[in-house]
């Protein structure tokens, strides 16, 4: 489940935030616990899931979080990834630009590349080998939630938040508006 935590952003932010709680509860119960065909479930979002109380329902709840070590390599594509990618499609030459252009998170000890980034860029070089690189992330989802937790956190966020997948240009762009 892939940002559970925008339904009841919007929610919080168009004044039925108590009641989109209660459809996601209903929806992770369901899902999650009650679910006799479920062995295992991933769900992703900017909050941390532990400490909202519409998992209160679930049970056997690992969180980890994009600081942590042990999952870091899922997070995106690992170098090893993109470079095998790039040899199937018989794209190598476009190696130092992929990394240039998509090799910006940090998730714990590892550096690793935006896969929606890399996947449509090399799309693109299929269907057109002079194509250049873009920003195929921008737009594809609602940043309000982060942006809410900066202005929260006002001038402190730098001295104690430590971003991991946000830039500090990013932010300082954010702080500008």
Request: proline share 3%; net charge negative; charged share 25%.
């Given at each position: 489940?892939?940002?559970?935590?925008?339904?009841?952003?919007?929610?919080?932010?168009?004044?039925?935030?108590?009641?989109?709680?209660?459809v996601?509860?209903?929806?992770?119960g369901?899902?999650?616990k009650d679910?006799?065909?479920?062995?295992?479930?991933?769900?992703?979002?900017?909050?941390?899931?532990?400490?909202?109380?519409?998992?209160?329902?679930?049970?056997?709840f690992?969180s980890?979080?994009?600081?942590?070590?042990?999952?870091?390599?899922y997070?995106?594509?690992?170098?090893?990834?993109?470079?095998?990618?790039?040899r199937?499609?018989?794209l190598?030459?476009?190696?130092?630009?992929i990394?240039?252009?998509?090799?910006?998170?940090?998730f714990?000890d590892?550096?690793?590349?935006?896969?929606?980034?890399?996947?449509?860029?090399?799309?693109?070089?299929?269907?057109?080998?002079?194509?250049?690189?873009?920003?195929?992330?921008?737009?594809?989802?609602d940043n309000?939630?982060?942006?809410?937790?900066?202005?929260?956190?006002?001038?402190?966020?730098?001295?104690?938040?430590?971003?991991?997948?946000?830039?500090?240009?990013?932010l300082?762009?954010?702080?500008?508006?």
């Amino acid at each position: 489940m892939d940002e559970y935590d925008v339904p009841v952003a919007k929610a919080s932010t168009n004044g039925y935030y108590q009641e989109m709680l209660n459809v996601i509860k209903a929806i992770m119960g369901t899902a999650l616990k009650d679910n006799p065909s479920l062995k295992f479930a991933v769900i992703t979002g900017c909050l941390k899931i532990t400490k909202e109380s519409i998992f209160t329902g679930t049970n056997n709840f690992v969180s980890d979080s994009i600081s942590s070590n042990r999952l870091n390599e899922y997070f995106g594509f690992t170098e090893e990834d993109v470079q095998k990618l790039l040899r199937d499609a018989g794209l190598e030459n476009h190696s130092s630009e992929i990394k240039q252009w998509y090799d910006g998170y940090h998730f714990g000890d590892l550096d690793v590349y935006c896969p929606w980034d890399v996947t449509n860029y090399v799309h693109d070089l299929l269907i057109n080998p002079s194509a250049v690189p873009e920003s195929y992330w921008k737009n594809t989802s609602d940043n309000a939630i982060i942006r809410s937790f900066i202005d929260y956190a006002g001038s402190n966020i730098t001295k104690n938040w430590k971003p991991c997948f946000l830039t500090s240009r990013l932010l300082k762009k954010w702080k500008k508006t």
